[in-house]
């Protein structure tokens, strides 16, 4: 993959609609890195919808020529302990363009969200043998916490469940 060249510039801003297709495949891109590839069963109506409906908000770099080479999805939450928290679900930045500041830039606008919304916090997951992610979020002075397990239902659990309360 080819890098882009030392001048080439980037811009963060809000997402818009017309962004989401590239938004997706950010996040395609993202569950291949992450071994999942077939775990991605989101599309691009379903993204589409619940961007129109508020259910997240997305952050986008953008190159000089206007492509989408980075993103990050948020969205609030509520701490029982804190009140208003703001949530990281995903920060990708395509491998052309990992290195560049793109990361850094897009989880300083992500922050800024946060704090405007007063949120408490700010929370996000990172693997734990993603070295690279790891490494980023410690250079930010993060504190990163294996004491919490993570749990989670999918869809088919959920039914199986109800259905023999």
């Known amino acids: 993959m080819s890098r882009p060249d030392s001048s080439a510039t980037f811009a963060v801003r809000p997402a818009q609609p017309s962004d989401l297709a590239e938004v997706r495949d950010l996040i395609v891109e993202l569950a291949v890195y992450e071994r999942a590839p077939d775990e991605v069963t989101l599309t691009l109506t379903q993204l589409e919808r619940d ?10 770099a953008e190159d000089n ?19 208003s928290t703001w949530y990281l679900e995903d ?9 560049r500041g793109v990361g850094q830039a897009l989880f300083a606008e992500v922050a800024k ?9 700010l929370e996000w997951q990172v693997l734990n043998w993603n070295e690279p992610a790891i490494g980023f979020y410690k250079a930010l002075n ?5 004491s919490w397990l993570n749990g989670r239902w999918t869809r088919e659990q959920m039914n199986a469940w109800l259905a023999i309360q």
């Open 113 to 121: 969200v946060a704090h405007n919304h007063h949120a408490q916090r």
């Open 51 to 60: 961007f129109e409906a508020g259910c997240f908000e997305v952050t986008v």
């Open 91 to 99: 920060l990708v930045v395509t491998e052309a363009w990992r290195g």
């Open 142 to 146: 993060a504190s990163l916490d294996d």
């Open 65 to 83: 020529r206007g492509k989408v080479v980075g993103m990050a999805l948020h969205h609030a939450r509520y701490s029982t302990w804190k009140g």
